[in-house]
């Protein structure tokens, strides 16, 4: 029933701009703390920014002023001024990430790729 469906994704280069999108159903993203995560290769899932159901903002330090976190009935992630260290898969969920019985979901990602 639960699904997070993330799009927007590509491949730009430096100082270029993308809007990522994710779409939910079974959620609502007004009630719940949300966030974009991203998995870069070689690394762990980070959490880059995160929005409350009140409206509060958070963004990691490597990310701060370059990304906008954003919510409507959707999730949305303003990308700009992109490095190329932003390059990783980019997911969005609840915070804390969503159990669906007793396992971690996790919806498909969308591949950013910044080149130089």
């Known amino acids: 029933q639960v699904q997070l469906v993330e799009s927007g994704g590509g491949s730009v280069q430096a100082g270029g701009s993308l809007k990522l999108s994710c779409a939910g159903s079974g959620i609502n993203f007004r009630f719940n703390d949300m966030g974009w995560y991203r998995q870069a290769p070689g690394k762990q899932r980070e959490l880059v920014a995160s929005?409350?159901?009140?409206g509060t903002t958070n963004y990691a330090d490597s990310v701060k002023g370059r990304l906008t976190i954003s919510r409507d009935a959707a999730l949305y992630l303003q990308m700009n001024s992109l490095k190329a260290e932003d390059t990783a898969v980019y997911y969005c969920?609840?915070?804390?990430?969503?159990?669906?019985?007793?396992?971690?979901?996790w919806g498909q990602g969308t591949q950013v790729t910044v080149s130089s």
């Open positions: 969920n609840t915070i804390p990430g969503l159990q669906i019985n007793g396992r971690a979901y």
């Open positions: 929005i409350t159901s009140v």
